[in-house]
């Protein structure tokens, strides 16, 4: 009985360290638009002229010098009408506005005695972009359809995430990532500014799945300082509003029995007066993956705007569900476990809730102020794989304030401050109650960063942050053989203050170089800093041996996880519809928080002993739509070394399981008349095995090829739909194997690539 007991306690420690990395898991989202007005005819700059931003409420009158500054612009392309008396009112479209950048416009007014008529240009969209000091990856809604042809991956952050450089996914189904090295709970997660990620688990709050999404922004090295809690990249989605996607949408696909899919969508109104956003999703798969199968999940997101000439309010709520059944079965009678299943399961549920008001104070300022709310349940029952069964949940409560200012031509200041208070519960039972960890939490963080444009050439970004968590632990000390009956414990506090810099210079518009270094911070989840036993006097080892709370101390290190992050990107726009970014990097990982086995004396505790590196370099070759096509490839090369205090490893390094020495995807579309061809290729040369590093051996090289086609319908098809799709995942079948682990002393497979698979789908508008 003691040997069983003792074996249970270790796939329950074992568990809670993959939950630590393997979870279903105050920023801006407007940009800036600067510019000057000058005369056709001398060249000289044009003051008083009156600038509006079509499909908005936003103005403002040039001054003295010509230029003109409007801040808190919603991502999206635009046009600006200038008007001047005496003067032909000229537009300028093609204006790409960005989240948390500035886009640069110049307007050239004639005289209404040369030209009598408006005067309309429509400027190429840049490529490049000139005053970003920092690694930007931008998806929009129109790209993420072409990430599309994995059925396991479909509108999910994962499948678009995996086709950029940097990032490297987890083969096994999991959904967790690593960008630039870095472990999987050490990447911030932002949803339109909010963070999501959980304190309770470090990892994200939500299914990550992208119903909705307008763009997604990945910064894979350093980022600005508004964002926090994060060491290794930062991941921001903002979902779509009724202005952008006005009408009725609806998708269905299937794929035989294993796989259905459907999404509906449905807005309506415009950019400058109240415009609204629904959409649903629903999905079940049951797939040939190494983990879960028969996955069901739903997820639902709604978006109000209110905008005015002033004032902007934005309401934001979505709500989502994941179930996933593993392949084992097993007798839940003799377990015991709260929940009677008949198969093992992973089960999440999410939901949030924001308020968003923005005022504009002037076209050159506003203030942002959001309170928000979240929720995430996760339910793991592996009794039958495992004989473990968890329960997570922490209830959220959040306050964010932002300050944007352009100060003259040159200063773009940004502040904020924001407040997170987190209710936390964690619930571990391998076949019997072994622990509970309800540390909750309060966060601050407070931010100041400037935008400094030197010159045309010269860009620079400073920025500071400071951030500050409090554990609130609970209960007494241990006392050998009379349990928690010690001194009250203490709460703790810690805090971090980190600096930032980038500088980019551009000698031309189609030509940027960048550097940027930053020291980076994350806070250690708060399940790892106190586990309470219901039996902490338990001698897990026999009689007279040492108890539970001695093996294994529930106490765990609260030390921020840190990096340092160097790069150096050099951009060029080779032509009106193609550009290349080439970015090599550095980062060093400190203070990582590991479950530390001494090897002299057999104890087991939290600390912050890990510690890794990561180099390597980044490629992206990007295509926007000219002669029928468009697309993007992506390359990296990366070397991820870390040590193995978890194993006792604390000075020697390791080449890291998700070390892929090359990573490269290519995604591209062909348009033929009434057909859309698309392709997804994906290479990678092998990835070291899971478990002892010193047995661990690289995967052999693995290629996938996935194929779609959406075809247009003729009208008389009407009544079916608008658009056929045909997705062909695998094309070549291939069953390749993409990472071993050992068993002892036995490398077997741990996960690999799916079968082909086909699907069909129909897609309508009303």
Known sequence: MMNRTRKRIAWAFAFWILTMTAFWVGASTTGVITGVVR???DNVPLSGVNIILEGTTLSTVTDSQGRFTITNV???DYEVRAELVGYATTTVGGIQVTMDHRSDVEIVMEEEATREEEVVITRPRPMVQRDVVHTLNLVTAQQEPLTRLDPSTVRSATGVLSALPGVIVEPSGSGQIHVRGGRADQTGWYLEGMPITDPNTGMFGTNLYTTGVSKLQAYTGGFSAEYGNAISGVLNEVKKTGAEAAGLRMNLEGGDYSYYDGQMEFGAGTGDSFNYYVAAAAQKTDLDGPILKQQQYYDAVTKLVWPSKSNTVTLLAMSGSLLGNTDTYHDTGDNGIPTPHELDY???EYTVGAVTWSHNFS??????VRPYFMRTDIEQNLVGMYGVYAKIGSDRTGLQLAYTSQLGPKHLLKTGASFLASDNSYYLYPGFPLYRADVDTQQSDFYLQDQIRLSDKWTSELGIRHERIRYDRQGRAYVAGAGYSGDPIPDISRS?????????????ERTVWKINWGKFAKFVPACSVQKVYFDPDME???????TLEQAMPGLGSADPQTSTNLELSFERQLSEDT????????TEYKNLGDTHVDPNTGVSTYSNLGRGRSSGLEVALQKKMSSNWRGWLSYTYQKTKANRADLGYVDEMFYAPWDQRHTLSLVGEYRLGRSAHSVRIDYGSGRFDLGDPTLAMRAKPWFVVSYGLHLD???SWSNVGRQLHINVFNVFNSHQTLQYRWDGNTRVTDAWIPGRFISVGVSKEF
Request: aromatic letters at 10%.
């Open 579 to 586: 550009a290349l970014r080439v970015t090599p990097f550095r």
């Open 713 to 715: 319908l003729p009208e």
């Open 363 to 368: 076209p050159e300022s506003f203030l942002t």
């Open 346 to 348: 992973m089960r999440q």
């Open 74 to 76: 919603p991502p999206g």
């Open 39 to 41: 005369s056709a005819k």
């Open 540 to 546: 897990i080892f026999g009689p007279g041996g040492p």
């Open 496 to 508: 971090v203050t980190t600096p930032r810099f980038g500088l980019a210079y551009s000698p031309n």
